[in-house]
């Protein structure tokens, strides 16, 4: 069971994405008025 | 994903963002990237869909993962990232979540873009919405 759930602030985290360009956590999430966020194990 | 990323051409274009993130290095995310965004092309010709709107990031270390408490440290491979779908306000706020079962159970496409689109507008995910 995942620890985050509704209600809850994202946690802040900086990773890069696949092209090597920083983001930060949880500022990335103002990019957009709604965010879809999976996680997934690659190949899904 | 894919099935979601057509709802989103459809309904969320420039209202929602999607990020998949995983421990898979950067060339692995190229190459599923490439594929997908082909099997679209092939699938849906009329969709434009170049660039594939997923930015995949790559967190090798499962530092976000473990923060979140999606990791599953007990596969074969190493430590993965279970998979778990969330929807986030601008304000990094979690307004939606589904848990999923295995890497094969994965939200209604219909019930992430409905939820998203609640999130977008400001509006609460009604509760009648698969959540789990």
């Not at chain 1, 092209?19 to 957009?32: I, R």
């Not at chain 2, 274009?13 to 099997?39: F, H, M, W």
């Not at chain 2, 993962?65 to 990791?71: D, F, L, P």
Request: proline letters at 9%.
């Amino acid at each position: 069971m995942a620890k985050l759930t509704v209600g809850d602030q994202f946690p802040a985290a900086i990773l890069n994405d696949i092209d090597g360009v920083a983001v930060n956590f949880p500022a990335v999430f103002k990019n957009a008025p709604a965010t879809v966020l999976f996680f997934y194990r690659g190949r899904w | 994903m894919t099935a979601f990323v057509y709802e989103w051409e459809r309904y969320l274009e420039g209202k929602v963002q999607i990020l998949g993130i995983s421990v898979e290095p950067p060339e692995e995310g190229k190459k599923l990237l490439e594929r997908v965004t082909r099997d679209c092309q092939e699938d849906r010709p009329h969709i434009p869909l170049d660039p594939y709107p997923v930015r995949l990031l790559s967190d090798p270390d499962a530092t976000l993962i473990r923060a979140c408490g999606t990791e599953n440290e007990g596969h074969w491979a190493g430590t993965i990232a279970a998979p778990v779908t969330y929807v986030v306000d601008s304000s990094g706020k979690v307004k939606w979540a589904y848990v999923s079962d295995s890497a094969a159970d994965r939200p209604s496409p219909v019930a992430l873009a409905k939820a998203a689109c609640a999130v977008a507008a400001g509006r609460e995910t009604p509760a009648a919405y698969p959540s789990k």
